[in-house]
């Protein structure tokens, strides 16, 4: 069975600033994607960025990009100039891509973000 | 386009309690899921299901059951609801083989005394 590991429970920024989310995960698998959720006090789970293993190159989406070591089994999650709007909880989830295994996201612990003013 | 909805957005229940939380998505996606989320666990599966008339278990099945009659709709019942059960439940929906993307729920947070 696949595992995330989100090691950091609580991370903090000053608004304007970087911060790095760190993620690792296990799985004898291939193919697989993996993706960065943010979920705001509304609750709702928003899909940040997604990875997908047989591409080498980095995902990026604006001020967000990940660092995907494919090797090493690590995908972390870089915040270009924090916003205030970025405060969030962070989960990391993986998803094989084999068959049915699509219906199924296996979620990290999650990183409370907080951006200070 | 209402995406997934879920019903309610809040319940509180009585131990020994039954209820049914509902989850419909307008998408015609072909998988549909439940997860529960508690406090330093991040979310874990319940069920899923990959079509109509299709439902397997997933992580933590135990005290919840499904079904899928309709592509749109994938009820999750709590038979004899347990404080154990105190979560916030979200359902996903996704297109099949090939698309990546899962659409949550706006989520339902379950009391049980």
């Known amino acids: 069975a696949q595992t995330v590991t989100q090691s950091q429970p609580e991370m903090s920024v000053q608004e304007a600033e970087t911060v790095t989310l760190s993620c690792t995960y296990d799985t004898s698998e291939s193919d697989y994607y993996l993706f960065w959720y943010k979920q705001p006090p509304s609750r709702q789970m928003i899909l940040v960025i997604r990875q997908e293993a047989y591409k080498q190159q980095n995902a990026t989406e604006n001020r967000f990009s990940v660092n995907f070591q494919k090797a090493a089994k690590s995908f972390s999650l870089k915040i270009s100039d924090s916003q205030l709007g970025d405060a969030a909880m962070y989960f990391c989830a993986y998803r094989s891509a084999e068959g049915t295994s699509g219906s199924r996201l296996t979620f990290g612990e999650g990183t409370q973000l907080t951006v200070n003013p | 386009n209402a995406g997934v909805t879920q019903t309610p957005k809040f319940q509180v229940l009585k131990t020994g309690q039954s209820m049914t939380l509902q989850c419909a998505q307008d998408?015609?996606?072909?998988?549909m899921s439940w997860y529960r989320q508690d406090p330093g666990m991040g979310l874990r599966l319940i069920h899923y299901?990959?079509?109509?008339?299709?439902?397997d278990q997933g992580e933590v099945p135990n005290g919840y059951n499904v079904s899928r009659s309709t592509t749109e709709d994938f009820p999750l019942r709590l038979l004899s609801a347990a404080p154990s059960q105190t979560s916030v439940y979200f359902c996903?929906?996704?297109?099949?083989?090939?698309?990546?993307?899962?659409?949550f729920g706006p989520g339902t947070r379950l009391t049980v005394t």
């Open positions: 299901s990959v079509g109509a008339g299709i439902t």
């Open positions: 998408m015609n996606h072909e998988y």
């Open positions: 996903a929906s996704s297109y099949g083989p090939g698309h990546a993307e899962q659409y």
